[in-house]
């Protein structure tokens, strides 16, 4: 399984000189299979790279939306196997308790957001609703369940016979919890996380930002590697970097909560281009 | 032990920032959790007791009608949220552990998740102080 960040940021997409190094794109993730099955987490703006950065000769895609919020499917509409005849796209992702995803989706892939409709995509496009049972996508097998963030918000568990990638962005598993964490019994996401070989996971906050934003459905550095701990992972990458942040103060944020908290795993703060390699592959 | 689906999970948050009593219990009944105003009427504490199956917490509370008389099990509100799926209200005699007996007013309504899913259900309670 080849794992790659396309895009890191949190929120709003952050070009600029500041962002250069962990990147200003918005949520974007491709995980490569063994037999070359293709799986994009999430659709922010990120997504348009790796679109361009596909073979050619590909001919399905699957795309997991996590949930709807604009920084995780703006990227969707410039995403160049939608206007491919030859390519099956299917998208997972969530619907509310009122409407499907596609009647979600149609929201914003519509006039006058967007200048084309969903219908009128020249692609094969399937349409599939998460959280659901286990379901396979070539050599992946995948796991949905809804996690702790403001509106329907999924978090996947992705694995292969030899390696466990969870991706659960857009995540507070720390609200209204008195002391973070709780047992995993009582923790958002754990299932989806527990012995995972690399987790992707929020971390937009720092410690004093969290204490103003609970509620928001972030997480703050810290509680992103004490949920990894809780978890028993053996790498977490610290994603979803808040538009307000720097690559000075990541760097430095990421120091002080390695500091803090003494994890006996790898900590990655996550940066577009960043490659990761699991299991045999 | 698995994780709890995440509705569960942000209730049982919610209940322990409320000052009313209130309990939540799964599909099965099985009580899961209750929170600290709710410790304070059934005189017991969660962290004592643990979950309790369903036998065991209609047992210990010892619940009664207006006359004393014993209610039967499928017409305790919580019961009725749970198998009935529709929320349910009435006024009952119960005892704590400590040996009081309280007449509460009680209001249960099922737990539906996404999709349907039937996830448990809660009760909150009020104490009536004069009955």
Redesign the interface.
Known sequence: MKVTLWGTRGSLATPGTATIRYGGNTSCVSVYGPDGTVLVLDAGTGIRPLGMALPRSLRRVDICLTHLHLDHIQGLGFFAPLYNPAVEVHIWGPASTTLSLRDRLMRYLSPPLFPLRLRELPCQLSLHETPCADFTIGEFRIASALICHPGPTVGYRITTAAATLAYVTDHEPALGVPEFPMSGEWTSGYDLVAEADLLIHDAQYSSEEYAQYVGWGHSSLQHAIAFAALARVQHVVLFHHDPGHTDQDIDRLTTEAIAATRPTFAVTPGAEGCVFALGSH | ???????V??I???A??LAMPMVIVNPVGTLIFYNEPAEELLAMRFEETGEMPEDEWVDALMLTDEHGMPIAREALPLVIALHERRPAHRRMWGQGRDGVRRYVEVTAFPLV???GRALGAVAIFWEVKHA
């Open positions: 032990m698995a994780q709890q689906e995440i509705e999970i942000l049982r948050q919610l322990s920032y998740g996404q999709a």
